[in-house]
C-alpha cells in the first residue's frame, strides 16, 4: 500500500517535471539569464568580442556612472517618463468614454470594434511609415490645415512639438486596446445593478459614475500597468519615424533607443549593458510600487478568494441544476396547461 | 431558431428568475451559456456620430497607406492627402512580382507560426502543471513566470543578443524564435492559468473514474476544453511575432534571412523617393496580420474578457 503511494508520488513528480521543464528551460534560458549576465557584462569596457573579462577591460560601476551624468541620457528618461504620464493622462479617459459609447446595444457596433482594434494589430514599423508621411512637412496632414486656412506646423523635427507629435500617435496606436480592455471589464459588470439602479431613478451618467467607474476600477488599474510597462520600453516608434540620429535632437529619444544607439550601434556592448540593466531596474522599481500601493489590492482579494470561489462555484453549479429541473417541470406543466 | 431569439429576447427584458420559459426555448437563454442572438436595435444618431468620428480616427492613416499605393509619386507629391486618380496598380504588381517580398513573407510566417506553436505547446503545458497539480513550487513558478511579463524584451535585449550570439544562433530564423518564445511566455501562462483552473474538479474525477491518467485528461479533457484561451493566445502570439522589430533588428543581418518589418524599413530607406511603392509595399506587408485580426477577432476579445474576469 505504502509503495503504490510512494511511485504514485514519484509519477506526479515526473509528471510535473517533464511538463514544466521546457518551458522553464527556455524561460530561463532567454530571459532570467540575458538580465544576469547584463548586469556582469556592465561592468566591463567591451566591444562583444569573446569574452568581456579577456578581451575587456574591467571598469566596475564606471558604466554606471557615465550613463547616469549623460545629459542625453538624462533627456531620454525624461521623454520616457513624459510619455509614460501622458499616455496614462491622455488615453485613460477617452478609453472610458469610447469604451461606453461602444458599449451601447446598437446595429453595427461589431464592426466599430474591430475598426477600432485596427492601429493596435498594425505594427509599429507600418505605422510609423505611414505617419512619418503624412506628418512630413509637405504631408497630407499640413495640406489639410492649409486647406481650411491654418498655417504648416513642422510636426516632427520641431523639438517643442514633436514630443507631443510622438504622444498623439502612441495614443491613436494603442487606444484600441486600452478600449477593449475597459469594453472587458464593463461586460462583467452584472446588469442587474443598473436596472436597480433605473428603479431608483438614477441617470445614465449617475449610473455611470456610481456603478461603472468604481467597478471598472480593477481593469483600470491593471490597464494602467500594462501602458506604463508598455511606455517604458517604448523602442520601434521613435526609431523608425526619427531614426538612431534625430530623435535626440528632435527631443523624442527614450530610454530604450538611447541603448540602443549608445550600445549596439557604437558595439560598446559593456555600456549598452549597463545602460539596459539601468532600464532593467527602473522598470522594475516602478512596477514594484505600483504593484505595492495600487494592484495589490485586487491582488490579496484575488487571493483570499480563490478558496471561496471554489465552494462558491460548486454551490451555484447545485443551484442551477435545481433550478433546471424546476424549470423544465414548470415547463412541462405550462404545456399540459396549453393543451 | 425565430422562437429561440424570442426567449432569448423576453429573457433580457423581463425578470429572470421568475420567466417560465418554454419548452423550446429554454436550452437557448443566457443563463445557459448560450449567445443571445445579435439583433440590436439601431442606436441613438449620437452615438453613430461619435462611434464614426472614432472610427474614422483609428482608420484614416491605414487607409492612406492603401490608397498611396494606388497613386503616382507626382500624385503623392502635388496632391498629398487626395485620393488615387486615376488608380494605378503597377506598384501592388510591381511588389508582387519581387521575390524579396515573398522571400520575407515566408521568413515571417516561419517565425510567427513556429513561435505560436512554440509558445502554445510550452505555455499550456506548465500551466496545466500550475493550474491543477498541488505541490509545493507551484506559487512560486507562477509567480516566476509572472514576473517576466514586468520585463519586455527591450531591457534585455543587448544581453539577449549576446546570449543568441553566442549559441551560434545570430542571423537565423531560430535566434528569434526561441526567445520570441520565451518573452511570450508569461502572457500566455497568465491567460491559461485561470482558464485551465476553472474547468470543473468533477470532470477530473470522471475522467479519473474511467481510468484515465493525469496526463490522459490532459490530453482528452484539457486540450479540446482550453481551445478558446489557447485560441486567444495563439493569435495574440501570432501578432505580436508577426509585428516584431527591435529583436529581428539586432539578430538578423543578412537580407535572405528578413522578416517583413525590417523589409519594410530598408525597402522604404531605399526607394525613399519611391513614396508610392513604399506605400505599396507596407500595406501588402500588415495584410495577413489584419486578416488574421478580423477572423478571429471575436475570440480575442472573448479570451480578454475571460482573462479579466479571472
Not at chain 2, 515573398?102 to 512554440?118: D, F, P, R, Y
Not at chain 2, 489557447?230 to 534571412?257: C, D, K, Q, R
Not at chain 2, 523589409?263 to 509595399?281: P, R
Amino acid at each position: 500500500m505504502k509503495k503504490s503511494k510512494n511511485s504514485g508520488k514519484a509519477r506526479n513528480n515526473f509528471e510535473i517535471f517533464v511538463l514544466s521543464a521546457p518551458a522553464i528551460i527556455i524561460f530561463v534560458c532567454f530571459v532570467i539569464l540575458p538580465i544576469i549576465l547584463g548586469a556582469y557584462y556592465g561592468l566591463y569596457k567591451w566591444k562583444g568580442f569573446g569574452s568581456p573579462s579577456v578581451n575587456g577591460t574591467f571598469v566596475g560601476l564606471h558604466n554606471y556612472i557615465v550613463a547616469l551624468k549623460d545629459p542625453e541620457f538624462q533627456a531620454a528618461i525624461g521623454h520616457t517618463f513624459l510619455i509614460m504620464i501622458g499616455s496614462l493622462i491622455v488615453q485613460g479617459p477617452l478609453a472610458v468614454l469610447f469604451a461606453l459609447l461602444l458599449n451601447q446595444k446598437f446595429k453595427g457596433r461589431g464592426l466599430i470594434r474591430t475598426l477600432i482594434f485596427v492601429p493596435y494589430v498594425v505594427s509599429e514599423v507600418i505605422v510609423g511609415t505611414g505617419w512619418s508621411l503624412l506628418l512630413q512637412k509637405t504631408g497630407a496632414v499640413n495640406q489639410i490645415l492649409n486647406s481650411i486656412g491654418l498655417p504648416s506646423i513642422d510636426w516632427l523635427a520641431d523639438s517643442k512639438i514633436a514630443i507631443w507629435t510622438l504622444l498623439a500617435v502612441i495614443s491613436w496606436k494603442y487606444i484600441g486596446f486600452a478600449v477593449i480592455l475597459m469594453l472587458a471589464g464593463m461586460q462583467s459588470i452584472p446588469e442587474d445593478l443598473y436596472e436597480a439602479a433605473k428603479v431608483d431613478g438614477a441617470s445614465f451618467w449617475q449610473m455611470q459614475k456610481s456603478i461603472t467607474l468604481p467597478l471598472l476600477a480593477p481593469t483600470l488599474r491593471i490597464w494602467a500597468f500594462l501602458s506604463m510597462i508598455g511606455s517604458l520600453q517604448l523602442f520601434d516608434l521613435v526609431y523608425i519615424i526619427w531614426g538612431e540620429y534625430v530623435s535626440s535632437t528632435a527631443g523624442v529619444s527614450t530610454m530604450a533607443t538611447y541603448m540602443v544607439r549608445e550600445g549596439r550601434g557604437a558595439s560598446n556592448y559593456g555600456y549598452g549593458s549597463a545602460v539596459a540593466l539601468i532600464i532593467f531596474v527602473i522598470s522594475m522599481v516602478i512596477a514594484l510600487v505600483y504593484q505595492h500601493f495600487v494592484l495589490n489590492r485586487d491582488l490579496d482579494g484575488a487571493l483570499a478568494e480563490e478558496k471561496k470561489l471554489n465552494k462558491r462555484k460548486a454551490r451555484e453549479l447545485k443551484r442551477r441544476a435545481k433550478e433546471n429541473e424546476l424549470a423544465q417541470i414548470a415547463a412541462a406543466e405550462d404545456e399540459s396547461v396549453v393543451k | 431558431m425565430t422562437t429561440a431569439t424570442l426567449g432569448a429576447k423576453t429573457s433580457r427584458h423581463s425578470n429572470r428568475k421568475n420567466n417560465k420559459p418554454n419548452r423550446q426555448t429554454k436550452k437557448y437563454l443566457k443563463q445557459h451559456g448560450y449567445r443571445v442572438s445579435s439583433k440590436s436595435p439601431w442606436g441613438n444618431p449620437i452615438v453613430y456620430f461619435f462611434s464614426l468620428i472614432l472610427v474614422a480616427i483609428c482608420v484614416t492613416p491605414v487607409l492612406y497607406i492603401i490608397f498611396g499605393g494606388f497613386r503616382t509619386n507626382a500624385q503623392i507629391t502635388n496632391d498629398p492627402a487626395g485620393m488615387p486618380n486615376p488608380w494605378e496598380v503597377s506598384n501592388y504588381v510591381d511588389v508582387f512580382t519581387s521575390p524579396t517580398f515573398w522571400q520575407e513573407l515566408a521568413n515571417s510566417l516561419i517565425v510567427a507560426v513556429c513561435t505560436m506553436v512554440g509558445v502554445v505547446v510550452l505555455g499550456i503545458m506548465v500551466s496545466f502543471v500550475i493550474a491543477r497539480y498541488h505541490f509545493k513550487y507551484s506559487k512560486a513558478m507562477y509567480a516566476l513566470f509572472s514576473a517576466g511579463l514586468m520585463f519586455p524584451m527591450t531591457v534585455a535585449i543587448t544581453p539577449l543578443y549576446l546570449m543568441v550570439r553566442n549559441l551560434g544562433l545570430a542571423n537565423s530564423l531560430l535566434g528569434i524564435i526561441l526567445p520570441q518564445i520565451a518573452f511570450g511566455l508569461p502572457q500566455t501562462i497568465i491567460i491559461l492559468v485561470p482558464f485551465l483552473q476553472s474547468i470543473p474538479l468533477e470532470l477530473e474525477e470522471a475522467c479519473m473514474l474511467d481510468g484515465c491518467s493525469r496526463l490522459g485528461f490532459f490530453w482528452r479533457m484539457v486540450i479540446p476544453l482550453a481551445m478558446p484561451g489557447v485560441a486567444t493566445v495563439g493569435i495574440l502570439t501570432f501578432v505580436s511575432s508577426w509585428n516584431s522589430y527591435m529583436l529581428p533588428l539586432f539578430v538578423l543581418s543578412s537580407e535572405n534571412n528578413y522578416t517583413l518589418p525590417l523589409g519594410v524599413q530598408m525597402f522604404s530607406s531605399q526607394h525613399s523617393v519611391d513614396t508610392a511603392k513604399v506605400l505599396a509595399f507596407t500595406s501588402l506587408a500588415m495584410l495577413p496580420a489584419l486578416i488574421c485580426f478580423t477572423i478571429f477577432q471575436k475570440r480575442i476579445v472573448g479570451g480578454l474578457t475571460g482573462a479579466v474576469k479571472g
